[in-house]
């Protein structure tokens, strides 16, 4: 029982002169150095006796206003425990610093209070009608006590269950599963691939932290979509694979950390783009999972010059203007002749990003590339007879790229490329590429997270050409897309979309031909 008064009248006695005594100098306006200084020289003249006036109510200190935030603490102090005192003349100097031995002095009184209070039991603030108060609290609520201490014991229990099996404390474990149905719906009678097809890309990734400011992703995919064989490089699909096989591989491997407080580095073993290493200004670029169904609507097709392995460094010197330069190699792992990390296949880039407000960014592109063709576009401006030849070639790319928030929900962005391109065996020559699009972007149509796009454009395009084998091309191939991501889950997003390409590889001889594909995200 003893203990049971200590607790329920030291607590607010202490708290309470700690809370006055402590910080009774925020109470009315901060004293200056010299006003504290005054002060302490006058405390130090006055007597104990002088200082130690007792008080029995807190109207009797008249520099203490009921506006004074510590007011109500302070008369608790005087009235309900009277330990408080003031000075001679009435005031109680809540502005001044206080000193140590004003502090002990204080302390003391209410202390020694306390101690009365105990040995008394007879104190107004806690009687024989308040323990009988809370003895019938205590059993009213006696059902809702012992439905939260089983509550409580449950997530004690679930929380060391969760503790004890944990994946990993510092690793996340992602993964995504995109299904593709797609069909040839219109073109050339001479277009024997024009089955429709299912296909799955299955990615699962390591997200890793060490310090909370890094990043390390290992990532593993299988991949058996195959885009449509339309006789062109035209219309490829963002998420299509390679070989077609169920494979699965390390497809991704990168650690990203910052250097200093306003650089970031990105070391890429494996499988890295150009969209790693900086922003490629288009609210469609989801890597084939979200956004654009084509290779042509993700991004530039400059920025397809850069695959591989390398590094990335991206300096922001403020919020608007940041400069990314990176090195990827193709075939960094390959010791053979004209292959490994700086004499195989290369794209070395620069970009100025500058965003002048939330709503509006623009990136300047540069690529220097070596044996990296243009991945979208016409057959002569993915250099397919080069490549076929095992023909070495370098290109020298440019690209502007702009996105403009017209509203919160319409986005109106677009780029322009242009390529030289130089053969550097055989018979030498050069060959000018040119591409463009205008995109509209509408986030949110219909529901949150929602996207629906529109990118109408030319893909890549020989304007001109001195190099054998890669002739100029004659007409223009226009590129129309449509597509709407509808977010049906938090983890589930079906996308309809069609490709239009009228004259494909950039031949009015060649009929229009229309892709239509169906994609499914699931993510977890």
Not at 156 to 170: C, D, K, V, Y
Not at 222 to 245: H, S
Not at 469 to 480: E, F, I, K, M, N
Not at 491 to 498: L, R, S
Request: charged share 20%.
């Amino acid at each position: 029982m003893r203990e049971f008064w200590k607790y329920l009248l030291v607590s607010p006695v202490f708290g309470g002169t700690i809370l006055v005594f402590c910080t009774a100098v925020y109470a009315g306006e901060i004293p200056t150095r010299a006003e504290i200084n005054n002060s302490e020289v006058k405390a130090e003249n006055l007597t104990k006796n002088q200082v130690m006036a007792q008080i029995t109510s807190v109207s009797q200190l008249s520099d203490v206003q009921p506006t004074d935030w510590a007011f109500q603490a302070l008369q608790s102090l005087v009235e309900r425990y009277g330990c408080i005192a003031g000075y001679p003349n009435s005031t109680y100097r809540g502005n001044r610093a206080l000193t140590r031995y004003e502090f002990a002095a204080g302390l003391n009184a209410c202390l020694d209070r306390v101690n009365e209070l105990i040995a008394t039991a007879t104190s107004d603030m806690v009687t024989q009608q308040d323990l009988g108060t809370l003895q019938r609290l205590q059993e009213e609520f006696a059902a809702e006590l012992a439905t939260l201490r089983g509550r409580v014991d449950s997530l004690e229990a679930r929380t060391s269950e969760l503790e004890a099996n944990q994946f990993s404390t510092t690793t996340k474990l992602e993964g995504e599963v995109v299904a593709v149905i797609s069909d040839v719906l219109g073109g050339n009678e001479n277009i024997t691939d024009n089955n429709t097809t299912l296909g799955v890309r299955s990615r699962i990734e390591f997200v890793t932290s060490f310090t909370g400011r890094d990043t390390l992703v290992t990532r593993i995919q299988a991949n058996n979509i195959l885009g449509p064989d339309i006789g062109t490089q035209e219309g490829n699909l963002a998420f299509a694979g390679e070989d077609g096989t169920t494979n699965a591989e390390i497809d991704a491997l990168f650690y990203e950390f910052p250097l200093g407080a306003k650089t970031q580095v990105i070391a890429i073993a494996n499988a890295g783009a150009a969209d790693d290493i900086t922003d490629t200004v288009n609210i469609f670029d989801g890597d084939g999972s979200t956004g654009a169904l084509s290779t042509f609507g993700t991004r530039n097709p400059i920025y397809n010059q850069m695959d591989g392995a390398g590094l990335g460094i991206t300096h922001q010197f403020s919020n608007q203007l940041a400069l990314s330069l990176g090195y990827l190699s193709g075939a960094a792992n390959d010791p053979s002749p004209r292959n490994g990390l700086f004499n195989g296949a290369y794209g070395a880039l620069a970009q100025l990003t500058i965003r002048p407000s939330d709503r509006i960014a623009v990136g300047l592109t540069y690529i220097n590339s070596y044996r990296q063709p243009l991945a979208t576009g016409s057959n002569a401006a993915t250099f397919q007879t080069l490549l076929a030849n095992d023909a070495a070639f370098a290109s020298d790319s440019y690209g502007i790229q702009a996105s403009l928030g017209i509203s919160e929900k319409l986005v109106l962005g677009g780029w322009a490329g242009y390529t030289n391109s130089r053969a550097l065996t055989g018979d030498r020559g050069e060959a000018d590429i040119w591409n463009y699009a205008v995109t509209l972007g509408f986030p949110d149509l219909g529901k949150r997270g929602n996207l629906a796009g529109i990118i109408a454009g030319v893909e890549p395009r020989v304007t001109s050409s001195s190099i054998p084998g890669v002739g100029r091309d004659r007409d223009t191939s226009y590129h129309l897309e449509a597509f709407y991501q509808y977010q049906l889950t938090e983890n589930i997003t079906i996308t309809p979309g069609i490709i239009w390409l009228t004259s494909p590889n950039h031949n009015n001889d060649n009929d229009d031909v229309v892709i239509g594909a169906l994609r499914t995200r699931f993510s977890f």
